[in-house]
């Protein structure tokens, strides 16, 4: 009796630590997992699996949706950008995705000072929110990120 009671409680303690390590993510999301306190791997959509105890869900992050307004304090045509862009591959984004937003605020602040010098005043601004775009994208397309739309407005 006493070996089978063994094996009863084996086996409740297995199925238990089982399902608690058990993460729904929904469509459209990712979650980052972080063991000890540093970036590990990305759950994609579905039913994951974890290590109780030693992995925990760092952020939820949304895969498209995501907007970005970022103010130039600069002499120049353009005095602020708004972009939007979606996170195409989230496993190339790896450990950026838990601050994404500020990764392409930075990137597109990188590409407005570049940008800034070159504007002709006769493009106009359509024409200067197309290249930042183009620049933008160049930058983050290896860390599997696209900015859809975006938008310049004059200072």
Not at 31 to 36: A, D, I, L, Y
Not at 110 to 132: C, F, I, R, T, W
Request: some cysteine.
């Amino acid at each position: 009796m006493t070996g089978f009671t063994l094996l009863l409680a084996s086996v409740v303690v297995l199925a238990t630590v089982a399902v608690a390590g058990l993460r729904h993510v929904p469509q459209g999301q990712v979650f980052t997992v972080h063991r000890f306190g540093r970036y590990r791997r990305t759950l994609r959509p579905g039913l994951r699996w974890v290590i109780p105890g030693l992995d925990r869900i760092g952020c939820h992050v949304a895969l498209i949706g995501h907007h970005v307004a970022v103010p130039m304090a600069l002499d120049g045509p353009v005095a602020s950008a708004d972009l939007y862009y979606q996170i195409l591959d989230p496993t190339r984004t790896g450990a950026a995705l838990d601050d994404v937003d500020a990764l392409v605020q930075q990137q597109t602040r990188d590409a407005l000072h570049v940008l800034n010098g070159q504007a002709a005043p006769d493009k106009g601004m359509a024409a200067l929110a197309e290249s930042l775009k183009h620049e933008v994208n160049r930058r983050v397309n290896a860390l599997g990120l696209r900015v859809i739309r975006c938008a310049v407005y004059p200072g």
